[in-house]
């Protein structure tokens, strides 16, 4: 049985540095990693990979080939790959037996919500090689400070969460930088009319809204609350009405929280990995017990949730003075 990682999320969010660190880390406690980098526009890895996409198939090819842009060069390049599939899987057969695979995939959204190529690749892998994977997305924390972006964020992690169908982690990603985009729920407020029309106001009437703390981000809770901060903006005020709804869709299915990730620290790396571990089922492989040993294990409480939000808090996060 194999274990190991499908590492997704958009462009800049640190999937490439993710790997790199992660595969440091699990090195020093004692597992062999093979990171196999399956994006063919990663021309300037960090890491030694085991497999690279660029020996079948390369971006810079395909667009000079077929006239493409970059995203349509990288679904060819996914499309090519999953018609491909056993060149993929003979190269990971000479690695089954004692490795830890780290799966670098594109930063396209579309590959992960809209397109079935990924999806397929991940299936037929799961399939043929008895793999357990988990995907770990990864977004940046910086959209924390903005509600608009926000609400973005956690529509492409419900939406891949349901495409890709495996047990999933949502992580905040440079939670260590999550601060120099400014404090988080900081909303800028006018009652100037014409603020609406040109983004610069001279009337300098803007007056801070409180800041929420990190665990209204990490848990998802009551967007409600969010809601209210973009209504007061004059530029999403208009797009009230479908505001409510994103909200509520996300709310419905309640399926979306996160965990936060500094990949340079290496007690937060660790947390997400005994999260990891658990949820692809790493901890039970070594396990020859009863089912009730098993589920002891598996209901045992980690200590994450002070980790994943208040020591995060204290440890990256100033508290500021409100300013009116």
């Given at each position: 049985?194999?274990?190991?990682?499908?590492?997704?999320?958009?462009?800049?969010?640190?999937?490439?540095?993710?790997?790199?660190?992660?595969?440091?880390?699990?090195?020093?406690?004692?597992?062999?990693?093979?990171?196999?980098?399956?994006?063919p526009a990663n021309d300037a890895l960090p890491y030694?990979?085991?497999?690279?996409?660029?020996?079948?198939?390369?971006?810079?090819?395909?667009?000079?080939?077929?006239?493409?842009?970059?995203?349509?060069?990288?679904?060819?390049?996914?499309?090519?790959?999953?018609?491909?599939?056993?060149?993929?899987?003979?190269?990971?057969?000479?690695?089954?037996?004692?490795?830890?695979?780290?799966?670098?995939?594109?930063?396209?959204?579309?590959?992960?919500?809209?397109?079935?190529?990924?999806?397929?690749?991940?299936?037929?892998?799961?399939?043929?090689?008895?793999?357990?994977?988990?995907?770990?997305?990864?977004?940046?924390?910086?959209?924390?400070?903005?509600?608009?972006?926000?609400?973005?964020?956690?529509?492409?992690?419900?939406?891949?969460?349901?495409?890709?169908?495996?047990?999933?982690?949502?992580?905040?990603?440079?939670?260590?930088?999550?601060?120099?985009?400014?404090?988080?729920?900081?909303?800028?407020?006018?009652?100037?009319?014409?603020?609406?029309?040109?983004?610069?106001?001279?009337?300098?009437?803007?007056?801070?809204?409180?800041?929420?703390?990190?665990?209204?981000?990490?848990?998802?809770?009551?967007?409600?609350?969010?809601q209210y901060h973009l209504d007061q903006d004059p530029?999403?005020?208009?797009?009230?009405?479908?505001?409510?709804?994103?909200?509520?869709?996300?709310?419905?299915?309640?399926?979306?929280?996160?965990?936060?990730?500094?990949?340079?620290?290496?007690?937060?790396?660790?947390?997400?990995?005994?999260?990891?571990?658990?949820?692809?089922?790493?901890?039970?492989?070594?396990?020859?017990?009863?089912?009730?040993?098993?589920?002891?294990?598996?209901?045992?409480?980690?200590?994450?949730?002070?980790?994943?939000?208040?020591?995060?808090?204290?440890?990256?996060?100033?508290?500021?003075?409100?300013?009116?």
């Amino acid at each position: 049985m194999v274990f190991g990682q499908v590492v997704i999320g958009p462009p800049g969010s640190g999937k490439t540095t993710y790997c790199n660190g992660m595969s440091q880390f699990l090195s020093l406690v004692g597992r062999k990693v093979a990171v196999i980098n399956l994006d063919p526009a990663n021309d300037a890895l960090p890491y030694e990979c085991a497999i690279n996409i660029e020996d079948l198939i390369k971006l810079s090819d395909v667009m000079s080939e077929h006239s493409l842009g970059p995203n349509g060069g990288l679904v060819y390049c996914m499309d090519y790959l999953e018609m491909n599939i056993d060149w993929l899987e003979e190269k990971l057969k000479p690695l089954i037996e004692d490795h830890y695979f780290l799966f670098d995939f594109p930063g396209q959204v579309e590959l992960f919500s809209l397109h079935t190529n990924a999806r397929n690749i991940i299936n037929k892998l799961i399939k043929k090689l008895d793999l357990r994977l988990t995907a770990v997305h990864l977004v940046d924390a910086h959209l924390c400070c903005d509600p608009g972006k926000y609400v973005s964020a956690l529509l492409l992690s419900l939406s891949t969460m349901l495409h890709l169908e495996l047990p999933h982690i949502n992580v905040l990603s440079k939670i260590d930088l999550i601060e120099n985009y400014g404090n988080l729920g900081i909303v800028l407020v006018c009652s100037c009319l014409y603020f609406s029309k040109c983004f610069s106001c001279s009337c300098y009437s803007f007056s801070l809204l409180s800041a929420f703390n990190l665990d209204f981000y990490t848990d998802v809770q009551d967007l409600s609350y969010l809601q209210y901060h973009l209504d007061q903006d004059p530029r999403s005020a208009k797009y009230r009405k479908l505001t409510k709804e994103l909200c509520d869709v996300i709310d419905d299915f309640s399926l979306v929280n996160f965990s936060t990730l500094d990949i340079q620290d290496k007690e937060s790396v660790g947390n997400l990995v005994k999260l990891i571990d658990k949820s692809n089922g790493y901890i039970f492989s070594s396990i020859d017990s009863s089912a009730v040993e098993f589920s002891k294990i598996a209901a045992a409480p980690l200590d994450w949730d002070y980790y994943r939000t208040a020591a995060v808090q204290e440890k990256y996060m100033k508290d500021d003075e409100i300013v009116q």
